[in-house]
């Protein structure tokens, strides 16, 4: 863990105990995750295994976004089903499919719309908006219909929406996956290089690898937690080998 | 008219649409026979974003695929049965009103006009399905036409919050997604002789 | 969201029965019941007819019950608001009209699958070819919203998700619009993709 | 090129010539490809880029769904705008997101629906509808809903639907983007190992790497053709480095 972030850091450590997590389908239960328990202060932690293994569904019980079944999950110090109104501040997501996430038209109330609710005057909601995208190379974009950037400039608008709220947390779940080379490598260096805690899902190894400390699920179960470079080993001889 | 491809998908959506707005349910204010459901805002945006008669036939693909038994009207109701109960003249108003929602806002228009989708969403969203709905209640509850008029009038304060959020999406809509509105022409296909390999 | 809807799987002459026969043979029976203005005796009839549709169609008396259980709110309804401007016997008249039309409608619906009514539903407009009506773009049409329900709710379901995450809170407008936008992109996608699989 | 699939290929062979499409947008036109010529009759031909150099507009005219503003594009002898429905039945498209391109509830419907209007009977059609599924570990899930497929089996029923057509060309836009790494190389080999000519547009530069051929666009623009290695060396060292 990197010292000079180490109080940010400890706002946010990560523990889950014994949770499990099902999910009722028309077959009958899916079990999304099977009896997790951990603990971790990773500044970045990254999280991989196959699709359908409970990658997403650990990054949703991280902002109370999904609910444990059994256990419970606490982040910086909050119980993510009591204190979920208090987590939501303090933890952002960011989404694979930027579209989801962006849900005013325009690229300005798109940002505007994180800073609803916390007692700004409009004037200082605009002023701060302005701000963002002036620094992300957005400033012309402002009243464009968010839906026509380029897929890496609203993917870089869903972060940078999520970053405006100040959270002390950010979750997420396959960032770069519709990116090219460069616009991924722009947004995992952004995410890599913030002050706060970061928890990245991603099938993208290099990523990966540039993380402090990686999990592995299989199969709705933690299997290893560790140095990003053996976990991503085991994953790849053990798990994506299997035939 | 000729369907074309992005008319047929658009339309396969907008059915989808209303039947999702059907999942959170319905309510049955003081012991109604006909519920207030959501599903009447994706009427009223079906016709005003897809026009009259793209609109009109969302609602149908609706209705027929309720009619076959799949359950998608509000609190997963569907089959037969819908279209023989107090309720069933509203159904059948949906399509009329999906329908003069679109002529309203799309006559003449290149895009929508806030006041357009007022006026359509009041004369199409609401008195029109009222015009269906209102004798066939009265007919299969043995009421007078001016009784269940009385009875309807539980849906106004409902339906005209609905009309002003059609209001408010459709411009919305058309701010972020203005190709809504204009449905895009496919490459043109020239028939050639077919023989396969 | 299932293929099957309420599809009650048994070997029946009325399961058997084409869907088409079955949809005409509704109506038939249903005017019936609500054209002749209600007697006891009418009812008494209709009651017959529905106790022997649900023993002919092997479906039994539990499953009959549990489709009155399914409306007894409807019923209750039925009954409550009109109580207001009517007498009681006119009321119940009514109301058991009303019940004993929906319990022959859930008599089709029950044993007949979706996918027969589709198809009847295809035959009976091949007539209306020659005012241009495309039978088949239609069954399209119908097959293509089967199949679209479960996406749009997957997208509301993302969506909801995203904007809890976002603000802990729902507006709908803030649900609506993007909801729409991506589900008239999928709509657009669905169609190049409809064209490239040979579609025209 | 390939000796032993010589006589599909030249079947397929692309061509184009001085090919530019603009798409009309709200505040003007964009150029989307500008004056492309290029041939190629490589068995499998990579396609890579930026976001928005134009990738997926030469995907889409290889079989008529965008038609070019300007110039002409023929594929295997057959030009796309005035020939499209013959063209239609010899080039298969897959999508990124088979969400998109499932259009039928279950499993078999969709698989049947790529064999409607070629004058088979409905037994030959099941037939070959349930040859297809054994062959691909699917026999079990014919009468499913699409939807409770996963990601990679939807992925999987997409290019199986395209296939059990016979085309002899097969054009896939990013079609392992939204996989993990097990299900991106079962596709990947999946289609590398077909016998028809295949272009694959993608980010995921292995991929691209075992291609006979790669193709870099970048700003509307054709930068390169030529071996993969050469032309994924050139995206990273000029493109991707670009600040
Ligand atoms: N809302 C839900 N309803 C039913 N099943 C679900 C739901 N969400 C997830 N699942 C199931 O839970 C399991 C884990 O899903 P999850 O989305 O966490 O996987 P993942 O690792 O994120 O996969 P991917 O790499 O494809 O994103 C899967 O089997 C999935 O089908
Ligand atoms: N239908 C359309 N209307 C307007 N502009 C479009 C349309 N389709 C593509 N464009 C524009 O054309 C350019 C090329 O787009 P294209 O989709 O071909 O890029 P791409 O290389 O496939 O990108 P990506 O890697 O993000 O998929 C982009 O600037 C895009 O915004
Ligand atoms: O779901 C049904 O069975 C039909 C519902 C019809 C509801 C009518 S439509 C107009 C009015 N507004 C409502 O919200 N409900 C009624
Ligand atoms: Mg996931
Ligand atoms: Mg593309």
């Given at each position: 863990m990197l010292s000079g972030q180490h109080d940010s850091a400890r706002d946010s450590d990560i523990a889950l105990t014994r949770v499990?997590?099902?999910?009722?389908?028309?077959?009958?239960?899916?079990?999304?995750?099977?009896?997790?328990?951990?603990?971790?202060?990773?500044?970045?932690?990254?999280?991989?295994?196959?699709?359908?293994?409970?990658?997403?569904?650990?990054?949703?019980?991280?902002?109370?976004?999904?609910?444990?079944?059994?256990?419970?999950?606490?982040?910086?110090?909050?119980?993510?089903?009591?204190?979920?109104?208090?987590?939501?501040?303090?933890?952002?997501?960011?989404?694979?499919?930027?579209?989801?996430?962006?849900?005013?038209?325009?690229?300005?109330?798109?940002?505007?719309?994180?800073?609803?609710?916390?007692?700004?005057?409009?004037?200082?909601?605009?002023?701060?908006?302005?701000?963002?995208?002036?620094?992300?190379?957005?400033?012309?974009?402002?009243?464009?219909?968010?839906?026509?950037?380029?897929?890496?400039?609203?993917?870089?608008?869903?972060?940078?929406?999520?970053?405006?709220?100040?959270?002390?947390?950010?979750?997420?779940?396959?960032?770069?996956?519709?990116?090219?080379?460069?616009?991924?490598?722009?947004?995992?260096?952004?995410?890599?290089?913030?002050?706060?805690?970061?928890?990245?899902?991603?099938?993208?190894?290099?990523?990966?690898?540039?993380?402090?400390?990686?999990?592995?699920?299989?199969?709705?179960?933690?299997?290893?937690?560790?140095?990003?470079?053996?976990?991503?080993?085991?994953?790849?001889?053990?798990?994506?080998?299997?035939? | 008219m000729k369907t074309t491809l992005n008319d047929i998908t658009r339309i396969a959506t907008f059915a989808a649409i209303i039947a999702v707005l059907g999942i959170p349910g319905a309510v049955s204010p003081f012991g109604m026979a006909v519920p207030i459901t959501l599903q009447t805002l994706g009427v009223m945006l079906a016709g005003a974003i897809l026009g009259w008669w793209r609109g009109a036939a969302s609602v149908l693909v609706l209705l027929v695929l309720t009619a076959a038994g799949l359950p998608l009207l509000s609190g997963g109701r569907g089959g037969i049965g819908v279209f023989f109960v107090p309720s069933s003249g509203y159904l059948i108003g949906w399509v009329l009103g999906a329908a003069v929602v679109g002529v309203i806002v799309h006559a003449g228009a290149t895009r929508p006009v806030w006041w357009r989708v007022a006026l359509g969403t009041v004369v199409g969203g609401m008195l029109a399905i009222y015009a269906v709905g209102i004798p066939v209640m009265a007919a299969m509850l043995g009421l007078s036409l001016g009784e269940a008029t009385i009875a309807n009038f539980a849906f106004v304060p409902g339906d005209a919050i609905k009309a002003a959020l059609t209001v408010a999406l459709t411009m919305a809509v058309w701010k972020a997604y203005p190709r809504a509105f204009v449905t895009p022409r496919q490459p043109r296909v020239e028939p050639t002789p077919v023989s396969v390999r | 969201m299932t293929m099957l809807g309420q599809y009650r799987a048994r070997d029946s002459i009325l399961h058997r029965l084409p869907a088409g026969a079955k949809l005409i043979g509704l109506v038939v029976v249903i005017v019936a019941v609500v054209v002749p203005p209600p007697t006891w005796w009418g009812l008494g009839a209709g009651a017959v007819v529905v106790i022997a549709g649900y023993l002919v169609g092997r479906l039994g008396l539990a499953e009959l019950w549990r489709q009155i259980l399914a409306v007894r709110w409807l019923i209750v309804f039925i009954v409550v608001v009109p109580l207001i401007f009517l007498p009681i016997p006119t009321v119940l008249a009514t109301a058991a009209r009303v019940v004993i039309v929906l319990l022959l409608a859930a008599i089709v619906t029950l044993t007949t699958r979706t996918t027969e009514i589709l198809d009847a539903v295809e035959r009976a407009l091949r007539p209306l070819r020659r005012f241009g009506v495309n039978p088949d773009r239609i069954g399209l049409m119908l097959a293509l919203t089967i199949r679209t329900v479960p996406v749009i709710a997957g997208l509301a379901g993302e969506l909801r998700d995203a904007q809890r995450a976002r603000t802990g809170r729902l507006s709908v407008k803030a649900f609506v619009v993007p909801l729409l936008v991506q589900s008239l992109r999928h709509a657009d996608d669905t169609a190049d993709a409809l064209a490239a699989r040979g579609v025209e």
């Open positions: 499990t997590v099902r999910h009722p389908t028309a077959a009958g239960e899916v079990t999304a995750l099977d009896d997790i328990s951990l603990e971790t202060c990773a500044h970045n932690l990254a999280v991989i295994g196959l699709n359908g293994s409970g990658k997403s569904t650990f990054a949703r019980l991280l902002n109370g976004l999904r609910t444990p079944t059994q256990g419970s999950v606490s982040v910086g110090g909050l119980d993510t089903v009591t204190d979920v109104r208090m987590l939501r501040r303090k933890v952002g997501f960011v989404f694979t499919n930027p579209d989801a996430q962006i849900v005013m038209p325009t690229v300005a109330e798109d940002l505007a719309f994180s800073l609803r609710g916390r007692g700004l005057s409009t004037g200082q909601i605009a002023e701060r908006v302005a701000a963002v995208l002036a620094e992300n190379g957005l400033a012309g974009h402002a009243d464009l219909p968010a839906h026509d950037l380029s897929g890496g400039q609203k993917q870089m608008l869903a972060i940078q929406s999520v970053l405006v709220a100040e959270p002390s947390l950010i979750v997420a779940d396959e960032p770069t996956t519709l990116l090219d080379a460069r616009n991924a490598r722009r947004i995992a260096d952004l995410l890599l290089g913030l002050p706060q805690q970061c928890v990245i899902v991603t099938h993208d190894l290099e990523l990966a690898a540039r993380c402090d400390e990686a999990l592995l699920f299989d199969n709705a179960r933690l299997i290893t937690q560790g140095n990003p470079r053996d976990v991503i080993d085991r994953y790849l001889s053990e798990i994506v080998a299997r035939p | - | -």
